[in-house]
């Protein structure tokens, strides 16, 4: 089995940075708000890579890598939203550090 880190040292022209994942859940008023292509705008704004996607449950997933105090940045943003949306909960979780070169919307 491949055991990969939480966190990767990652270096960068101010020396080496901590880079995570989280995969967070935002739940509330979150589907038909504009909220994935406000977070694709956040995270990209942010320096984020992965996704965010809409879940049957009416939720949405957000898989978020990249230097740390970007992705908190970007899961901070989650609890607000679009102006459209209503955010009850937030719940995140730190995953394994995954090499992800861009952000998309699926």
Known sequence: NLVLPL???HRSSGGFVRTICLRCYATG????????CATAGKA?????????????DQRVEVLA????SAVVALRNWLWQGPPHAWVSDVHCKM????????????
Not at 44 to 56: E, I, Q
Not at 95 to 106: C, E, G, K, N, T
């Open 95 to 106: 995953l394994p550090y995954q090499d992800v070169h861009s952000f998309r919307i699926d």
């Open 65 to 68: 890598c990249g230097e740390e």
């Open 29 to 36: 008023r979150v589907h038909g708000v504009g909220f994935r």
């Open 44 to 56: 990209l704004n942010f320096g984020v890579s992965g996704y965010v996607r809409n879940l049957p």
């Open 7 to 9: 966190y990767a040292p």
